[in-house]
């Protein structure tokens, strides 16, 4: 079964910058969007950012004008995150919603210091 990988979390100083990637294992058909979710310490997951298979973009009002979507391709998807503050700290999930399904990351830890 296909499964999305991402990369690019650690530990960064409030004020800088990480940048996630996701690739999925496998070939994925018909992908309609992309997207990026987080889940903060005893939050509930809530979705950060997504890309369409048109090209569009959104990201949530908490990270506009930080957080910038993209992708490569339509398999690969990009979080570039600058200005970092400590409430960015969560688990970061990639998600693809395809016409057969939708597929989820393992998560990758983000922590930002202050």
């Known amino acids: 079964q296909v499964q999305l990988v991402e990369s690019g979390g650690g530990l960064v100083q409030a004020g800088g910058s990480l940048r996630l990637s996701c690739a999925p294992s496998g070939r994925i058909w018909n992908i309609n969007s992309m997207n990026w979710y987080r889940q903060c310490p005893g939050k509930q997951r809530e979705l950060v950012a997504t890309i369409t298979s048109g090209g569009g973009t959104n990201v949530a009002d908490s990270v506009k004008g930080r957080f910038t979507i993209s992708r490569d391709n339509a398999n690969t998807v990009n979080l570039q995150m600058n200005s970092l503050k400590p409430e960015d700290t969560a688990v970061y999930y990639c998600?693809?919603?395809?016409?057969?399904?939708?597929?989820w990351g393992q998560g990758t830890q983000v922590t930002v210091s202050s």
């Open positions: 998600n693809a919603r395809a016409v057969e399904g939708a597929y």
